[in-house]
T-cell receptor
Framework: NAGVTQTPKFQVLKTGQSMTLQCAQD?????MYWYRQDPGMGLRLIYY???????DKGEVPNGYNVSRLNKREFSLRLESAAPSQTSVYFC?????????????FGSGTRLTVV | QQQVKQSPQSLIVQKGGISIINCAYE??????FPWYQQFPGKGPALLIA?????SEKKEGRFTISFNKSAKQFSLHIMDSQPGDSATYFC??????????????FGKGTLLTVNP
């Protein structure tokens, strides 16, 4: 079972370059999320998608765009990378089952912007 | 505005000891409180969770204590083992419509269990 798959695992960008982080889940979950993790800051929500065709801003959306391509895939795009976007990015998906819900996270993309 | 405050930032415990991590929340609309465990180089993984109508939940060596009136909850790891060394995040969940729940995370606690 793959769960949530993120690509790439590592990336180095120059300031001003653009790139797209890919995320796919095979658990048939409706909701998907993008978080960034920085030392001492915990996990902060960038964007989320409650269902296919919908996306909403989270806590730190500036400088990012997202696309919910289909139920499986949710991509995060940096149009013009800045050093402040150096971080580890996690994609997650979630479901509600018998009143309980939990996120399944991918293994992360470590992004460095120089 | 930090909605979920977690302490301590780091914790060192001897093997066999009890590890205690505390969290406090502000928004009384939160309706689900999970804890996540993260090992280096990996994504967080759900460890244990509790609803606010329950004061305690135990799964093996892991226990959540919940105090609704104080808006606080804590994770207790009994008989801590070196393999428990990881970063632990508390979180609080809010229904944002339909079956979608947004998690707000604490800043994390780095637990080190010495052999």
């Amino acid at each position: 079972n793959a769960g949530v798959t993120q690509t790439p695992k590592f990336q180095v960008l120059k300031t001003g370059q653009s790139m797209t982080l890919q995320c796919a889940q095979d658990m048939n979950h409706n909701s998907m999320y993008w978080y960034r993790q920085d030392p001492g800051m915990g996990l902060r929500l960038i964007y989320y998608s409650a269902s296919e065709g919908t996306t909403d801003k989270g806590e730190v959306p500036n400088g990012y765009n997202v696309s919910r391509l289909n139920k499986r895939e949710f991509s995060l795009r940096l149009e013009s990378a800045a050093p402040s976007q150096t971080s580890v990015y996690f994609c997650a998906s979630s479901e509600v089952r018998r009143g309980k819900h939990g996120y399944t996270f991918g293994s992360g993309t470590r992004l460095t912007v120089v | 505005q930090q909605q979920v405050k977690q302490s301590p930032q780091s914790l060192i415990v001897q093997k066999g000891g009890i590890s205690i991590i505390n969290c406090a929340y502000e928004n009384t609309a939160f309706d689900y409180f999970p804890w996540y465990q993260q090992f280096p180089g990996k994504g967080p993984a759900l460890l244990i969770a509790i609803r606010p109508d329950v004061s305690e939940k135990k799964e093996g060596r892991f226990t959540i204590s919940f105090n609704k009136s104080a808006k606080q909850f804590s994770l207790h790891i009994m008989d801590s083992q070196p393999g428990d060394s990881a970063t632990y995040f508390c979180a609080a969940s809010l229904n944002s419509g339909g079956s979608n729940y947004k998690l707000t995370f604490g800043k994390g606690t780095l637990l080190t269990v010495n052999p």
